[in-house]
Structures are given as structure tokens and as C-alpha cells.
């Protein structure tokens, strides 16, 4: 194996493996390959303020035609798996939109994980709203704000680092390997905090009807 497909699931290995062959058709299949996942990080981080202002799709456009820029680079020295650089590029190019239409009224980072080149954390209002989902029912809403309003407390209650490893293995359903190599820590401590973020949850969505439906290690 060599050092370009190190770490990596063995579709994307093939796709780079014609790359760095000169092969440039493998370069739009890479892409599709990884779209889903990196199109699910952008929606759940964009700021809430820019929705129906910034597309995520934008974003991602913008991320390829830089990470194109950066391949060469990267097949010289894949420090990381590839997805995790393509994500690493995309949360940069995020935060930077975030910058342009924000400024000043990005919200304060003291709650955040600080991560180097990383994407906005997801706020507790996205990652609850996407547990939930919509009431089945217009008589069941008043039951959903409420369970809502106590999931964003259960969230923010949280160690920063636990509700971002939550966000990665659930949300983003990165790799434990992914989310240990994007927070910096060892794979035992992403599977200690991630089981703990979720039973955190269990006894406030155990309340709801379907509430626990996805919500598993």
C-alpha cells in the first residue's frame, strides 16, 4: 500500500491511486464519493442566519475548486485519510463564509472546540432539531418545542468536546478513526465521550414517542 492511499476505504484508494497514476477522471468521482457526507457537515454548521442567503452547495463548489489547487500537495504528502483534508478544506472555506456575512456577529467561541482549520461548531438548536425532526402531528408541536428546548440545555450542558464528538460520530457519521484523527484524540477517548454524550440524551428523548429511533452508538 502506498503512502497515498494509506487510511483510506478501498474505493477512494483506487480513485487516487489513478490520480497519482495522472489519471485526472478519477478527480469528479472523488468528489461523489465524498459528497453526501460533506454536503450533511455544511448544513449542520452553517449558521443559522445565513439560511436561504449561502447554499451549501456554493460552499462545497468553492471547497473542490480549492482542494483541486491543493491536490497535488496532498498526493505528494497525505499527512491524513483524504476525506478527512476534504472535510479540513471544507470547514475552511465555511468558516470563512461565515466571516464574510457575519463579522463581528459570529456568536462567541468560548463554548467551542477549537480546531485547526476546522469548520463553525454545530449549535445546539441545529443538532436538536435534526433529533427530533417535525411532529407527526400539528397537536404534538407544543410537545416538540418543549422536548427541543431541553435537548439545546441537555447539549450546552455538555463538554464542548462531548457535544462536538456527538456531532462528528452522529450527525456527520464520520469514522471513530475520522473523529479521532479530527479532534486530535485517541480513538478510546472519541467511543468514552461519544457514549457518554448519548446517554446524556436517552432519558430526555426516551419521553417522546420515536424519540430514541437513530440515537445508538
Same mark, same amino acid.
Given at each position: 500500500?502506498?503512502?497515498?492511499?494509506?487510511?483510506?476505504?478501498?474505493?477512494? %484508494?483506487?480513485?487516487?491511486?489513478?490520480?497519482?497514476?495522472?489519471?485526472?477522471?478519477?478527480?469528479?468521482?472523488?468528489?461523489?464519493?465524498?459528497?453526501?457526507?460533506?454536503?450533511?457537515?455544511?448544513?449542520?454548521?452553517?449558521?443559522?442566519?445565513?439560511?436561504?442567503?449561502?447554499?451549501?452547495?456554493?460552499?462545497?463548489?468553492?471547497?473542490?475548486?480549492?482542494?483541486?489547487?491543493?491536490?497535488?500537495?496532498?498526493?505528494?504528502?497525505?499527512?491524513?485519510?483524504?476525506?478527512?483534508?476534504?472535510?479540513?478544506?471544507?470547514?475552511?472555506?465555511?468558516?470563512?463564509?461565515?466571516?464574510?456575512?457575519?463579522?463581528? %456577529?459570529?456568536?462567541?467561541?468560548?463554548?467551542?472546540?477549537?480546531?485547526?482549520?476546522?469548520?463553525?461548531?454545530?449549535?445546539?438548536?441545529?443538532?436538536?432539531?435534526?433529533?427530533?425532526?417535525?411532529?407527526?402531528?400539528?397537536?404534538?408541536?407544543?410537545?416538540?418545542?418543549?422536548?427541543?428546548?431541553?435537548?439545546?440545555?441537555?447539549?450546552?450542558?455538555?463538554?464542548?468536546?462531548?457535544?462536538?464528538?456527538?456531532?462528528?460520530?452522529?450527525?456527520?457519521?464520520?469514522?471513530?478513526?475520522?473523529?479521532?484523527?479530527?479532534?486530535?484524540?485517541?480513538?478510546?477517548?472519541?467511543?468514552?465521550?461519544?457514549?457518554?454524550?448519548?446517554?446524556?440524551?436517552?432519558?430526555?428523548?426516551?419521553?417522546?414517542?420515536?424519540?430514541?429511533?437513530?440515537?445508538?452508538?
Amino acid at each position: 500500500m502506498g503512502p497515498v492511499t494509506a487510511g483510506n476505504d478501498p474505493p477512494t %484508494k483506487a480513485l487516487l491511486a489513478r490520480l497519482a497514476a495522472g489519471d485526472p477522471g478519477g478527480w469528479p468521482e472523488l468528489l461523489r464519493l465524498h459528497h453526501a457526507r460533506l454536503r450533511r457537515m455544511v448544513a449542520l454548521r452553517l449558521d443559522a442566519r445565513l439560511h436561504g442567503r449561502v447554499d451549501p452547495s456554493d460552499v462545497l463548489q468553492d471547497a473542490y475548486l480549492h482542494a483541486a489547487r491543493a491536490l497535488p500537495g496532498y498526493l505528494r504528502d497525505p499527512e491524513v485519510p483524504f476525506f478527512v483534508w476534504l472535510r479540513r478544506l471544507a470547514g475552511h472555506r465555511l468558516g470563512r463564509v461565515h466571516r464574510h456575512h457575519l463579522g463581528a %456577529k459570529i456568536r462567541a467561541a468560548s463554548r467551542e472546540v477549537s480546531l485547526d482549520h476546522g469548520p463553525p461548531a454545530a449549535s445546539s438548536e441545529a443538532m436538536a432539531a435534526r433529533l427530533l425532526g417535525r411532529a407527526p402531528r400539528p397537536s404534538e408541536e407544543a410537545v416538540r418545542a418543549e422536548l427541543c428546548r431541553r435537548v439545546q440545555d441537555a447539549l450546552n450542558d455538555m463538554e464542548p468536546m462531548d457535544r462536538e464528538v456527538l456531532a462528528l460520530r452522529h450527525f456527520e457519521q464520520l469514522t471513530r478513526s475520522e473523529a479521532a484523527l479530527v479532534l486530535d484524540i485517541s480513538e478510546a477517548a472519541i467511543a468514552k465521550r461519544y457514549l457518554r454524550a448519548l446517554a446524556r440524551l436517552r432519558g430526555i428523548l426516551g419521553q417522546y414517542p420515536g424519540g430514541l429511533e437513530g440515537l445508538r452508538p
